[in-house]
C-alpha cells in the first residue's frame, strides 16, 4: 500500500481520482484476517491455547508506511486468555505485539519490512476487550480495545466526560495510553480546573492498571493491577508498547457542552505573530477560552482556527449537535482535493504544492459555511472528535515544547517563522516538501495531582511529565507537520525542524520532547533512525535517571522482552 504513494513505482497506469480514494478506502477498514488452517497452524505455532483461535492478518499504519503481510494473529475474549497468551508466546520464543486501531505513525509495533515468517504475533484488543462500568461516580473501569467514541458516549450517558481528547474516534483507549495521547486545552483565564478532570494527557487520568507482567517466583507471565501510587505504574502508564495493559480505571468528572467556532479570516501573520504584537494572537484565544487548534495548509496565508469555550447552554448563533465528526468535507476528500493529490503522485508533480494547500483552505473555508459547521455546540465529545478513517492519510512529525504559559507565544512564532523560511528557501529551489498542514494544540502538564488520589506519581515517559528542574514550566505547545507519504525532501526538511527544536528548546528556558505516535529521530533519508536523537535528545528530554527507570521497569517485568521489537530495543539499549 504504501508504495502506491512513491514516485516510479514501476506502474504504468495513472493515478486517478478513483484509485487515490480506493487506496484511502483502503487503508481505512479492517485488515483482511484470513482463517488460518489447522494443520499450517499447530505447525508453525506448536501448542498454542485452544482456547483462541489463530487467523493471518496484514498490518497497516495510519499511512501506510509501515506494513507487513499474512502475520499471524488472535483476538483473546478476556484478559485470561490474553495470559495464556503470552506465556505461550515465552515459552517458544516470540514476540507479542498488542493492536488496537493502527492509528499511529512510529514503528512502537512493527518495524517496516517484518515478513510473514517472523515470530510476531498480533493480538488484536478491540474485538474483545471492551468492557465497560462505573466504578464510582469519578471513575470508569474500561478494556484497553475499547475506543475513545465508545468511551465518551458511555461517559455522557452518565453525565461524565473528558476535558480534552484526541480528535480521531476509533483510537482504542489502550494504543492512545501507550503513548500519553491528548487533545487542546489548557485554562482561560479566571478558569479552575473541575474535580475528575485534568488539561494534561489521558495518560495523566489513570487511577490503576492491570497489566500482564513477569513473575520469578511463579516462573511466568501473570496478571497483575498496579495503582497510580506505585513506582512501577509510572512506567506503565506511558509504555510505548513494552507492556501489555488489559484494563484501566481512568478518573473523570462532569461532562460540560462546549461551543466550537471555526474561522479562516484571521492572517497567520497575526495569528502567530510575536509575542506583544497585540491583535488577534493564538496566545489571545488561549486566554479567552482555554481551548484553540490552528491548522495551516502549506502555502496559505490564512489558517483554519478553532476554538472551543465552556458554555452550558446554546449560544444563539450556535448549530446543536449531538454527534461527533461534524465535518464531512475533511473527512471525505473534496473533489478537487482528491484530483490534485492524483496528480501530483502520479505525475511527481509537487510543485502543486502551493496549488493543492490553497485548494484545501478553500475548501475548509466553504465547508464551514455549507454545512453550518462554523459554529456548533452540544455535549464536549461532539465538538472534540472530528476524524474519521476516512480522512486523507498523511506522514506526520510531533513534538511538545515543554514552557511557561506566558511564553507560548513565542513558541509558536519561532516556529512557524522559522518553518515559512525553510519552506519558502526549498520553494526557490524548487523543492516542497510538505503539502499538508501545521498543526499547533496547547495543553497544561500531567500533574500527578489531578488524579485526587494521595501519593500518585507522574507517567515516567509521557511528553508532558513536568519537569523537576523548571518547576514554572506549566504548558506544552505541540507541533505538527504533515505530508504526503513519499514526497522528496520531506525526511531533509524535517529533520531541520526538529534539529531547530532541539537546539532552541534545550532545557534552559524551554524543552522539546518528541511525540511518541509521530515522526523524530530524523536523518536526510528516513525518519526513527538519527542515532543522537535516539540514543541521547530523547533519554536527556526526561532525565537519564527518569528514563533509565522507566527502561529498568520494563525490563523488570518483562525480561524476556516478549513485549517489543527491535525498534524498541534500539530505543531502550
Not at 520531506?490 to 515522526?519: C, H, I, M, N, P
Request: with cysteine; net charge negative.
Amino acid at each position: 500500500m504504501a508504495n502506491n504513494l512513491q514516485p516510479g513505482n514501476g506502474s504504468s497506469a495513472p493515478w486517478t481520482r478513483r484509485g487515490f480514494l480506493r487506496s484511502a478506502a483502503a487503508l481505512a477498514v479492517v485488515p483482511v484476517l484470513l482463517t488460518a488452517d489447522p494443520a499450517v497452524a499447530a505447525a508453525e505455532l506448536p501448542d498454542f491455547p485452544d482456547e483462541v483461535g489463530l487467523y493471518r492478518s496484514a498490518y497497516r499504519n495510519w499511512a501506510g508506511e509501515i506494513t507487513a503481510d499474512g502475520l499471524w494473529a488472535c483476538a483473546p475474549t478476556d484478559a485470561d486468555q490474553v495470559l495464556s497468551v503470552v506465556n505461550w508466546a515465552w515459552r517458544h520464543g516470540w514476540r507479542v505485539r498488542p493492536r488496537g486501531a493502527s492509528h499511529g505513525w512510529s514503528p512502537l509495533t512493527i518495524e517496516s519490512g517484518t515478513t510473514s515468517d517472523a515470530p510476531v504475533l498480533l493480538v488484536d484488543t478491540a474485538p474483545h476487550l471492551t468492557g465497560m462500568a462505573l466504578d464510582s461516580r469519578s471513575a470508569v473501569r474500561a478494556g484497553t480495545g475499547i475506543t475513545l467514541e465508545a468511551l465518551l458516549t458511555f461517559l455522557e450517558g452518565h453525565g461524565l466526560g473528558l476535558t480534552a481528547t484526541p480528535a480521531p474516534g476509533d483510537l482504542t483507549l489502550g494504543g492512545a495510553l501507550a503513548v500519553d495521547a491528548h487533545g487542546t486545552a489548557v485554562p482561560a483565564h479566571g478558569e479552575r480546573r473541575t474535580a475528575g478532570h485534568t488539561f494534561g494527557s489521558l495518560s495523566n487520568l489513570v487511577l490503576e492498571l492491570t497489566a500482564v507482567v513477569w513473575d520469578a517466583d511463579t516462573g511466568a507471565y501473570v496478571l497483575r493491577t498496579y495503582t497510580r501510587d506505585e513506582a512501577d505504574c509510572a512506567a506503565l502508564l506511558t509504555h510505548l508498547g513494552r507492556a501489555l495493559v488489559t484494563e484501566v480505571v481512568l478518573r473523570v468528572g462532569a461532562d460540560a457542552n462546549l461551543r466550537c467556532l471555526s474561522r479562516t479570516d484571521i492572517p497567520a501573520a497575526e495569528l502567530f505573530a510575536a509575542p506583544g504584537s497585540g491583535g488577534r494572537t493564538f496566545a489571545s484565544f488561549l486566554d479567552a477560552s482555554g481551548r484553540a487548534e490552528a491548522i495551516w495548509f502549506a502555502f496559505t496565508e490564512f489558517p483554519w482556527l478553532k476554538v472551543w469555550s465552556v458554555a452550558p447552554t446554546r449560544p444563539l448563533t450556535s448549530r446543536r449537535v449531538s454527534s461527533p465528526y461534524n465535518y464531512p468535507f475533511s473527512d471525505n476528500v473534496p473533489t478537487v482535493v482528491a484530483d490534485l493529490v492524483g496528480q501530483i503522485v502520479s505525475d511527481a508533480a509537487w510543485y502543486l504544492a502551493p496549488v493543492l494547500g490553497n485548494a484545501q483552505l478553500a475548501a475548509a473555508a466553504l465547508g464551514l459555511t455549507a454545512t453550518l459547521s462554523a459554529d456548533i455546540w452540544g455535549p464536549s465529545k461532539n465538538t472534540l472528535l472530528y476524524i474519521r478513517p476516512t480522512t486523507l492519510r498523511e506522514t506526520a512529525n510531533g513534538y511538545a515544547v515543554l514552557t511557561t504559559r506566558a511564553q507560548v507565544q513565542r513558541v509558536v512564532h519561532e516556529f512557524t517563522a522559522f518553518y515559512k523560511k525553510r519552506l519558502t528557501a526549498y520553494a526557490a529551489l524548487g523543492r516542497f516538501p510538505v503539502n499538508g498542514t501545521v498543526e499547533i494544540r496547547v495543553t497544561g502538564l500531567d500533574h500527578p495531582a489531578d488524579t485526587e488520589l494521595t501519593g500518585a506519581r507522574a507517567p515516567l515517559l509521557s511528553a508532558l511529565r513536568p519537569s523537576t528542574a523548571h518547576p514554572e514550566w506549566d504548558t506544552a505547545v505541540w507541533l505538527d507537520v504533515l505530508t504526503l507519504p513519499g514526497t522528496p525532501h520531506a525526511e531533509e526538511f524535517l529533520r531541520e525542524l526538529e534539529q531547530f527544536l532541539l537546539r532552541s528548546y534545550d532545557g534552559t528556558d524551554a524543552l522539546a520532547r518528541v511525540e511518541w505516535s509521530k515522526g523524530w529521530a530524523y536523518t536526510e533519508k528516513a525518519g526513527w533512525s538519527d542515532e543522537e536523537v535516539l540514543g541521547s535528545a530523547i533519554p536527556g528530554s526526561f532525565g537519564e535517571s527518569v528514563w533509565g527507570q522507566a527502561a529498568g521497569t520494563f525490563d523488570r517485568l518483562d525480561p524476556h522482552r516478549v513485549f517489543g521489537n527491535a525498534f524498541l530495543d534500539r530505543l531502550f539499549g
